[in-house]
C-alpha cells in the first residue's frame, strides 16, 4: 500500500495569514490552527497536512538572519516525516527568503514551495487560497514515487518559479513576482503542469542532506547613479567589517570610468573584499567587458554576477562567507551556477 503524502505547512507570518478586523478596518493575524475553518477546500487535497506557525509570526520585512535560520531548522527537524513543505511568508522579502533557503540546503531532494498573497485569506477576493492549495499540490505532486520537485520554488498566481531566480515586481497586482531571466518551471490552469526539462534532478548519489547555517551579513548592496559621490562610494567601502560588496551597475554590467571610482574598487578587492557586478536592470545579464565601461572593472578582478538577481547574489553571498571560502576559489565559485541560480556561460 503506498503510504499518504505528508505536506508541512510553515507560517511565518506575511498577508496570507491574516484577516480584517470588520470593526477597526485593520490587518491582523490570525491563529493558524484556524486554517481549516477558511479554507475548507483543502481536506479535499489527497494528502495529510500538518501546520506549524512561527511563535510570533512577523511581516517579511522584519526577516532577518535568524529568522531564516529558525526557518532552516524546521524544514530540518521535519525533513524525514515529511515529503514536501510549503512555506508561507510575506511578499516582500520573499524572494530573499527562498533564495536563502535554496543556498543553505544543499543535497535537496524534497520540494519546499514558499508562497503568500497580496490579499488577506480573510478577505472575499483573496487571492490567498488558489496560491496556497496549489502549493500544496506542488509539493504533493510525485512520479512514480518521487517528488516531482526537488527544489526551492515559489509559486503565486499561477506561476512556478525557480525561488532564486525571481524578484518581486509589484506592490498591488496579483502578479506580483517575475523571473525575468529563467522561464516558470510550472504553470497552473486547468491543469497543472511542470517544464521538466528546466527542473532541477536530485543528486543521483544519495548524497546527505547538508543544511547550512552560517550565514555572514557583513555585506553591502551599492547601487550606483549619475552623480554618485567620491564620499559616498569611500565611505561605503572604509567600512572595517566589510567582507562584501553588491555593486548594483547599470545595463549589461557598466559603471563610471573615472579614476576616483575605479581606485576605490581597486584598493576595495586589493583589501580582500568581494565584489560583485550585478545588473541594476531586473531582466539580463552583465557580460563583462562588452562595453569599454566594463572593462575596468574586469581587470581589476570584479566577481562577475552574470544573470543573477540582486536578492540572490545577496543571499550567495552571504552563504559563501559564511562557509569561509578562502579568497582563491571565492570568484570561481560565486561565477558557478550552485542552485541553478545563474546560467551556464
Ligand atoms: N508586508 C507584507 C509582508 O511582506 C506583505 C505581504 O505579505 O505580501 O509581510
Redesign the pocket.
Known amino acids: 500500500m503506498t503510504k499518504m503524502t505528508k505536506i508541512l505547512l510553515i507560517y511565518t507570518?506575511?498577508?496570507?495569514g491574516m484577516v480584517k478586523d470588520f470593526k477597526t478596518g485593520t490587518l491582523k493575524t490570525f491563529n493558524f490552527d484556524k486554517l481549516l475553518k477558511h479554507i475548507p477546500e483543502i481536506n479535499h487535497i489527497n494528502c495529510l497536512i500538518e501546520s506549524i506557525s512561527f511563535e510570533e509570526p512577523i511581516?517579511?520585512?522584519n526577516m532577518n538572519i535568524s529568522n531564516w535560520v529558525l526557518l532552516a531548522e524546521l524544514i530540518e527537524n521535519n525533513y524525514n516525516n515529511f515529503d514536501g513543505f510549503v512555506v508561507l511568508h510575506?511578499?516582500?522579502?520573499?524572494s530573499y527568503t527562498a533564495s536563502a533557503i535554496s543556498f543553505m540546503f544543499e543535497n535537496l531532494t524534497k520540494p519546499i514551495i514558499f508562497t503568500?498573497?497580496?490579499l488577506p485569506i480573510g478577505d472575499l477576493r483573496t487571492d490567498a487560497k488558489e496560491n496556497l492549495i496549489t502549493s500544496i499540490q506542488i509539493a504533493s505532486s510525485k512520479e512514480q514515487d518521487k517528488p516531482v520537485i526537488s527544489e526551492v520554488c515559489l509559486y503565486f498566481e499561477y506561476k512556478l518559479y525557480r525561488a532564486n531566480r525571481t524578484t518581486k515586481i509589484n506592490a498591488e497586482h496579483f502578479e506580483a513576482f517575475d523571473s525575468l531571466n529563467f522561464p516558470p518551471l510550472g504553470e497552473s490552469g486547468v491543469h497543472l503542469k511542470f517544464s521538466k526539462q528546466l527542473l532541477l534532478q536530485p543528486n543521483i548519489y544519495n548524497k546527505r542532506l547538508k543544511v547550512r547555517k552560517k550565514l555572514d551579513n557583513n555585506i553591502v548592496v551599492l547601487k550606483i547613479f549619475p552623480g554618485i559621490t567620491n564620499e559616498v562610494v569611500e565611505t561605503i567601502v572604509s567600512i572595517n567589517s566589510l567582507k562584501g560588496v553588491i555593486i548594483e551597475t547599470y545595463g549589461a554590467g557598466n559603471a563610471p570610468t573615472e579614476a576616483w571610482f575605479v581606485n576605490l574598487l581597486k584598493k576595495t578587492i586589493e583589501r580582500g573584499v568581494h565584489v560583485v557586478n550585478v545588473t541594476q536592470c531586473i531582466g539580463g545579464s552583465v557580460i563583462l567587458g562588452h562595453y569599454e565601461t566594463s572593462e575596468h572593472l574586469k581587470k581589476i578582478g570584479i566577481i562577475n554576477g552574470k544573470d543573477i538577481t540582486t536578492e540572490s547574489a545577496l543571499a550567495k553571498l552571504m552563504y559563501l562567507l559564511g562557509e569561509k571560502i578562502p579568497k582563491s576559489e571565492f570568484k570561481t565559485i560565486f561565477e558557478t551556477p550552485l542552485r541553478g541560480e545563474m546560467s551556464e556561460d
Open positions: 507570518g506575511g498577508t496570507i511581516d517579511s520585512s510575506g511578499s516582500d522579502t520573499m503568500g498573497s497580496q
